[in-house]
């Protein structure tokens, strides 16, 4: 069955970087669009970049264009989301979503905190 999991959040102060891994099982990416979502406390939960990876286009939200880039690893069959510049407002549980015969899947979610 398809499972997303998702690692490497933690705590980080404003300006650094951090790089999320969303590892695939039950499908390969190379016929998939994978997208990195976010939900920070008390709001609801916001797109922040996703990947064909049939043809490698990319798109991000405008918060994050220029900061965090979206790569997929097909040998890994993981899907990574660098961070750099982080912000406070970045504060959130990062989620990978993928959709696959007309069902959505996401996975459990990883906590990045960014605060000096």
């Known amino acids: 069955q398809v499972r997303l999991v998702e690692s490497g959040g933690g705590l980080v102060q404003p300006g650094e970087s951090l790089r999320l891994s969303c590892a695939a099982s039950g499908f390969t990416l190379s016929s998939a669009v994978m997208n990195w979502y976010r939900q920070a406390p008390g709001k609801e939960r916001e797109f922040v970049a996703l990947i064909s990876s049939a043809g490698g286009s990319t798109h991000y939200a405008d918060s994050v264009k220029g900061r965090f880039t979206i790569t997929i690893d097909n040998a890994k069959n993981t899907v990574y989301l660098q961070m750099r510049s982080l912000k406070c407002e970045g504060t959130a549980v990062y989620y990978c979503?993928?959709?696959?015969?007309?069902?959505?899947?996401w996975g459990q979610g990883t906590q990045v905190t960014v605060s000096s």
């Open positions: 979503r993928t959709g696959r015969l007309g069902a959505i899947y």
